[in-house]
């Protein structure tokens, strides 16, 4: 059974940082293509980072590209996501997703992942 368990989470100031890890089990964790998502309050899940197995890019979402960092171990079955200069809309529940089967084109797209953690919360003050 896959499990994927997220930890880091927790409340900063803006302009700081925190790393999230997300561990997974139960998986062959080199076939899959790993991803982080976020869902702020009254908000729709939206992408934030992935990391493809097939071919190992990275896209980001806009809002986080050049702030945030996403990296794979498998020795681990880790996938980390780094996030510096904080903001209040950063503000979120972060989300771990795994997929076998997604294709490059679906990478931003939630419904193309079926594995998910439980999120871990992150709180931005200002």
């Known amino acids: 059974q896959v499990q994927l368990v997220e930890s880091g989470g927790g409340l900063v100031q803006a302009g700081g940082s925190l790393q999230l890890s997300c561990t997974a089990s139960?998986?062959?964790?080199?076939?899959?293509?790993m991803a982080w998502f976020r869902q702020a309050p009254g908000k729709e899940r939206e992408f934030v980072a992935a990391?493809?197995?097939?071919?190992?890019?990275?896209p980001y979402a806009d809002s986080v590209r050049g702030r945030f960092t996403i990296s794979k171990n498998n020795a681990k079955n880790t996938v980390i996501l780094q996030m510096n200069s904080l903001k209040p809309e950063d503000t979120a529940v972060y989300y771990c997703?795994?997929?076998?089967?997604?294709?490059?084109?679906?990478?931003?797209?939630?419904?193309?992942?079926?594995?998910w953690g439980q999120g871990t919360q992150v709180t931005v003050s200002s």
């Open positions: 990391v493809s197995q097939r071919t190992g890019s990275t």
């Open positions: 139960g998986v062959s964790f080199t076939r899959y293509t």
């Open positions: 997703a795994a997929s076998a089967t997604v294709i490059m084109s679906q990478l931003r797209s939630h419904s193309a992942y079926g594995y």
